[in-house]
């Protein structure tokens, strides 16, 4: 990805995060939980799909995404970025779900409660459809798919989503301070190297 791409890129996303905040600043979360679900939520759901076994389970972890997101953003601090922030609480979602949570962690967000949201959480899908499928295809992804999750996660971030180290280190594990993200992020990018390594090694042998 070039420097005019990450530019703007990261300008979109700082536009975002100010929309999102004049929304709260307002105290309409239902505004701003919209304007998350539009903003990443192809994103997000693209990265749920490539996680997950089956896509029917991608579906239900992204509602559930969203319905954390609807709930959680007023307590937001702005310590991380909206973008990682999403990540963390989409990975949380996800496993909950892989951990065979019986109940979800609060109501259903109803149509009266935010009745633009459903609609949205409909347009992601369908925006994020043929993306998510290509996506996930090819021999790399499958080899990627024998990863364990904090793996896969790693290398979906870090190839895929082009995510600075220290905001993967905030997306794959508890909070830490400044120098605790900084150690965490040296780690991960050794770990990275390592994989790379092995799944080379993986396509050398296939292709043998």
Known sequence: MGEG???????????????????????????ATARVVRGLGPEILGYLVAMSRREIDAHDAFAQFCEDVWRGLAGFRWQASLR???????????RR????????HGPHVSPSQAPELH??????RTATAEYARTETKG???????????????L????????MS??????????????AGLERRAAALRKRFERLKLE???QLGADEA
């Open 199 to 201: 799944l080379r090694a």
């Open 139 to 153: 021999r790399f992804a499958a080899l990627r798919e024998r990863l364990e999750p904090d793996d896969r996660t």
């Open 84 to 94: 990682t922030w999403c990540y963390v609480v989409a990975r949380n979602a996800l």
């Open 5 to 31: 791409a990450k530019s703007g890129r990261a300008e979109l996303a700082d536009a975002l995060a100010a929309e999102v905040r004049a929304s709260l600043e307002r105290g309409d979360v239902a505004d």
């Open 165 to 178: 180290w220290r905001d993967i280190a905030a997306v794959l594990g508890e909070p830490l301070d400044a």
């Open 97 to 104: 779900q892989w951990g065979g949570a019986p109940e979800r």
């Open 119 to 124: 609609d949205l959480v409909a347009q992601a």
């Open 155 to 162: 290398l979906i971030l870090r190839v895929d989503r082009r």
